[in-house]
């Protein structure tokens, strides 16, 4: 399941206080408002960074989330990682060592249930054909609309 | 036989640099632990047995004391110096002494913290009939200990003017097999503090033993809805506060603050630190608005309030700001009604608060985020999952 759209790598400045906060939001609107955005910001300039900064990056997320894309944080300095682990959001995002891994991610994504082949098991019930997309579909490439057909 | 004791605080190897034997702009052997500084705990074990004489020289000046701590502290010879005049006057220092009558000074630079016996040392001293002998480690490492007899000016000068690397003949050597922390960083710091709570080097925490293993000092707030798991230490006047969690072994020292849903976690915080709601501070010392993470070993400087801070160190001010924000309080909450779009606060209950993101993040980033966006912070829990996770 590959996708055609690109992926916009941002490098975080080095300071994240509100004022940089700011302006780095103003920086990233339009692509923020872009449909189904993928973004990955590279963390590896950061040396200091506050609650705004980790607010903004939350905002972030959840702009980027509400339009079906994803964000994805790589290359963390020491000193985000620190950050981010204080306050407890490091969970809620995803980290790659470097920016190339977490691009490379948004054409290697693939949900665990597309991964396995397409073995429909359906309830034996009688009224019910038989899925005809069992033995013949690929679940690689396939959307969950075309398996639930 | 008369003995006495100098003590420098400072004067590290300049290839170490500025930071060297210090965190938070103050020299480690000035730091609390298990309420009391190192410094008290060494001047106590050398009084104990029999030194009476004790001069101190330090680069730096004492920082605050809790107040039973500060009448020791005025008891004490106290010098504090410039940079680089430490062993000069430490020098002037070992004249008076010897002058005073003393048969042997001992002389510490802090540097580690040694377990050793005063007696043990001066026999070898006298027994090896040399003019200092200093104390090593098995491997035969220098720890900044010597006894020198009070005769032997030029050796004394000798080794002062070599800022204690040097000796001017050959200095006898007592091999030391105690405990002994070389206290060079803060991870020797937090250390000495977990071994003093795991009673691997008998050093008393100013407090009482509530439950095995907790250590509370009297004057310490604890939230009934607080949660502290042995061993820890709460030192005078600090202040945990609900749903906050201290544990593995974590040290709270005096006048800290640990708001609300803060997990504290193998973790040392220093005096008058105060650590914002909703947070994880865990394999680290915090204190002066800087952080040190020991798993990873890297220092960072924390400047927003909201994360860490530091309170005032005078009572009065401190009297004063929570008079301020008493009277504000009230106003506060009128206008965050009126005017604030987000109510969210930390949870006061376990486990909800340690599971919560810090309700510091709560503040808007100040951005002008959408209108959608702008409930995002309750909403965030569509954490997602992906397939390959």
Redesign the interface.
Known sequence: METNRPVVVKRIPERLNLKQARAFCREMDPILNSDRPQIVFDCSQVKQVDAAGVEMLLQCLSHVIRRDGDLKLAALSPQMAIILEMTRTERLFEIYESSSDAVLSFSRFLPAHLKQPAVFTMPAIPQLAPPRAAASNSAEGAAPADLAA | MDVRAIILIGGAKPEFGPEAESFAGTPLALHDVLGRPVLHRIVDRLQAQGIGAISVISEMPMPPLEGAIRNAQQALNWTTVAAGQLFRVAENAFSDHAQAGAEGVLVLRLGGYAEFEVEEFLQRHLDGRAHVTRAVDGNGAGLGLFMIASSRRNDAAYLFRHHLQQCRAASGEWVFRGYFNPLASARDLRALAVDALMQRVPLASIGEERRPGIWIAPSARVDRRARILAPAFIGAHANVRAAAVITRGSVIEHHAEIDTGTVIENATVLPYTCIGP?????HAVAGGRR?L?LA?N?E?????P??MDTVSEHASLRALSSAASLAAYLPLQFFRGLFATSHRDQPKEFPAAA????S??S????????R??SS??A??A???R???Q
């Open positions: 909703g947070l994880d501070v865990a952080l993470h990873r890297v960072v400087e924390i400047s927003d909201r994360l599971h919560a993101p810090s510091a993040l503040a808007p980033a100040g951005f002008e985020a959408s959608e966006a995002f912070p909403s965030l569509v954490a997602r992906y397939g390959d």
